[in-house]
């Protein structure tokens, strides 16, 4: 399953290069837009405010930029159901995407601002601020807590998208195929870490955040084929049952889709048969 699930990330990334590349190239510019923006705030306005003015401005600098990647993943994670599915997609259905989004980028956008506003006073006055064995306990506990919402809220966008459900509601979801798909979660979140850093060689053209938003979306599709199952087998009751997965009867008829692919195919696609 692993094995498939890579390939096909790399072949839905490489059969929709002009449509991720694109993205990434405006998602690019609009961190560069938001980095000049925090360093001209700094520069002309650092001397002539006060601190608290200063800091006000610079969070909401920073919620503006959590709300951009928030818009970019949600509207390329709507075409990333598409690709997941094998349907064929414009150019254009990121940017029409973009208005239905807006709500839920916004609320997820302040829930991770206020997690990370949260945390880090918390880790701060805990581990720096109050030197004790206690104090640094709930500090490492606070990290802890931080790592969990972290595995736990990588699975909003592909839900989100997928479904459509209300903004809590997704969130309730979010929880539970953490709860479910542990190890599955931590796997991922390496898997976005790694992504991430391929992404510095190419400038962050490709994969960037609409690989990663095809990765994530992949990955939630092979977990709804798991739920399937367990629905039409009601029988498999305990937890080492329902850890029993026939990967590779749910994933026959993909893997069949998908086809093999040899390397001739991604660089000369028209000398194919």
């Not at 930029?65 to 414009?90: M, P, Q, R, T, W």
């Not at 030197?131 to 966008?157: A, E, K, P």
């Amino acid at each position: 399953m692993y094995g498939f699930l890579f390939k096909k990330n790399f072949c839905d990334g490489w059969d929709n290069l002009v449509s991720v590349v694109i993205t990434n190239v405006l998602f690019l510019f609009s961190m560069i837009g938001i980095v000049v923006l925090s360093a001209f705030v700094t520069q002309k306005l650092g001397e002539n405010t006060t601190d608290l003015s200063f800091y006000l401005i610079q969070t909401g600098i920073m919620l503006l930029g959590i709300f951009i990647i928030c818009i970019f993943s949600l509207a390329y994670g709507e075409v990333a159901v598409k690709i997941a599915d094998f349907n064929g997609i414009h150019i254009l259905d990121f940017f029409k995407k973009i208005p239905g989004v807006l709500k839920d980028a916004a609320l997820f956008a302040i829930l991770i601002t206020l997690v990370i506003f949260i945390s880090s006073y918390c880790i701060y006055f805990y581990i720096f601020q109050q030197q004790s064995l206690l104090n640094l306990f709930i500090g490492v506990l606070i990290c802890w807590v931080d790592l969990f919402i972290i595995l736990t809220l990588q699975w909003f966008v592909p839900i989100r998208c997928t479904f459509h459900n209300g903004f809590f509601k997704c969130l309730k979801k979010c929880l539970y195929i953490f709860m479910d798909n542990t190890g599955f979660s931590i796997f991922m979140a390496l898997h976005n870490l790694l992504m991430i850093a391929i992404s510095i060689l190419p400038i962050g053209f490709f994969p960037s955040i609409a690989g990663i938003a095809i990765a994530r979306q992949n990955a939630f599709r092979l977990r709804l084929y798991k739920y399937d199952y367990l629905e039409e087998h009601p029988e498999l009751k305990t937890p080492r049952e329902r850890r029993q997965i026939p990967w590779e009867e749910l994933i026959y008829e993909d893997r069949e889709t998908l086809g093999p692919r040899k390397l001739r195919s991604f660089l000369f696609p028209w000398k194919e048969d």
